[in-house]
């Protein structure tokens, strides 16, 4: 079967010079970069030229780049260790309703621990409003976290005017970008951004890496002791390999990023005005103005989403929903409960695609046709 | 004209357990384009996180791995509380003893999932039960899986032309012992997997506990037909007609078993000897009647009826009333009949439906100690 893949916000392959890359690293750089021999020296210079340039993507610095496993640790790293190192001046934290679960539930952790933890709400389209938090923000708030971009419908957040905000507060501004990353320019410096989620595997990467950027000066506990690798900010032997891997992948990222911005803009128009045409019922779930290019969210009212993806599957095409489907749980993604309210059957009948860079525009209209065939054919039982 | 197996998509409800992973191997080994997806109709998420059915999701994403084939998961979490968890209750508060597995499989397994199924692009839907579908004389016919220990007709009884048509029982013409031989030889990684027993949102879990988290219990007297008080009782849900176990009566002499309930005044009635003749009946009437072959095969005629799972059968003879109701009449008086449960008929090795036991009769008189 012809295969076509769209969920890239889920993961992507690796691009075939990350791959070389690695390939070379693994083969010939296998140094410990703490070493002090020549083979640890060969390692180093791997690493720090990789940080240089993964800090250049953003604007930051080399020594603001904290290597993690992925985005979920970068985003634990900054919520803990924010919260521990500055409970002493508050013990306020914001964030949103619609945030990744790597935020939430470790926002979920804190309050435990006896945080408190403000969650913005979001307007249908899922953005939240400065308003809301301009009112949630108080003296005793330390950190505040938004997601750059939603991975479920794509809303991007506005991340200038809350670093505008907070730029004259204690709070220090905490981002995940995980989606974000790679897909638009990002500057931490023009944003005000204090800390930063990013993942590779998400830009074409291996899989196991990402980092967290923490601006010079942030009080930041550590979680993990040990060693002193990322300035005894993390602990633990460095990938080498997935790290020059991920270089790579932010080079080809950032050389990509106009092209892919233009491509996604067509896959979505595709598919829009395939589903025009084929005469189904569709609701986009979220905006196509303030959206991440890669992510296009539809509600196809009158089916259900368990039915749509097995049958999208069965059919070749790859997409997914916001909800987590483990032996069958299925919770409504929280991100379409906190835009639409938990009784809305958009809740229950949305589709995620997502592109990447392999995606051809003969695809896109595959899959569009297959969506058109299956949701005709749910609706009409 | 029937479809090559490659072009018939066959989906399998897979449990988890050997049996429906077995079913999903011989099907993919005949070439059909199977499809394998788990049911989860129960949350038992206990406090530490786990939970069985996850548990046992992992189980069938390994066999469906080592098979190839693709594998899902569909939540009827709902359907099953409205459909079957609530018939479970409401039979247990009314004093009898209900079948959530047969009406798991009328309402569940073969109608929503089936249904999800045929939204799938299934032709068939698979289980591992052991039963067997045939289609002779213009219509399907049912038969007992040809493994007596295991023949699981008695829970299928309600499944009627509509559902055999779209439904395959791989299993039906092999034994329990080679199903686990197949497992095996085929290295599946359920192939030693326990059988699951009891009912199956209990588990293992204890009976009395998990059924007080429901229905609040009350204790009353337990006594003889004659008044004479035996003990006290933990509440009627938790005594079924002719059980041995668990009332407490010492002393001499033959064990003592339930008899009846009197659900007004609360009282559980027990009696003495294993063949005590107030546990006999002679007649029953059945209630919710369904046909495999969507009627019954006439309004009166004799065949044999099995009055609880893995029973041997009795003979009967069986009158269909106005109502569609059936009195159904033994050829010799029957131990421990029990409202709630089914009563299956059988011409031979042909299932020809069955019904919910009603109310209970000894020589045309009722029973009212039974229910």
Redesign the interface.
Known sequence: MNRIYLDHAATSPMHPNVIDKMMTVMKSEFGNPSSIHAFGRQARHVLDEARVSIAASIGAERNEIIFTSGGTEADNTALIGIAEANKARGKHIITTEIEHHAILHTSQYLEKKGFEVTYLPVNNEGLISMADVKAALREDTILVSIMYGNNEVGTIQPIADIGALLKEHQAYFHTDAVQAYGLVPIDVNALHIDLLSVSAHKINGPKGIGFLYVREGVKLQPHAHGGEQERKRRAGTESVPAIAGFAEAVKIAQQTMAEKAEKYRTFKEILLARFEEGGIQYQLNGSLEASLPHVLNVSFPGTNV??L???L??AGIAVSSGSA??????DPSHVLVAMFGKNSERTKNSIRFSFGLNNTNEEIKQAADETVKIVS??VD? | MKKAPKDTRVVVGMSGGVDSSVAALLLKQQGYDVVGIFMKNWDDTDDNGVCTATEDYNDVIAVCNQIGIPYYAVNFEKQYWEKVFTYFLEEYKAGRTPNPDVMCNKEIKFKAFLEHAVSLGADYLATGHYAQVAFRDGEYKMLRGIDDNKDQTYFLNQLTQEQLEKVMFPLGHIEKKEVREIAKQAGLATAAKKDSTGICFIGERNFKEFLSQYLPAQPGEMMTMDGKVMGKHDGLMYYTIGQRHGLGIGGSGEPWFVAGKDLKRNILYVCQGFDNDLLYSTSLKAVKMSWVANQAPAKEFTCTAKFRYRQTDSPVSVKVLETGDVEVVFAEPVRAITPGQAVVFYDGDVCLGGGTIDEVFKHGEKLTYVG
């Open positions: 368990e039915s993806l097995v049958n599957d069965l489907c483990t032996a069958g749980s299925i054919r749910l039982k």
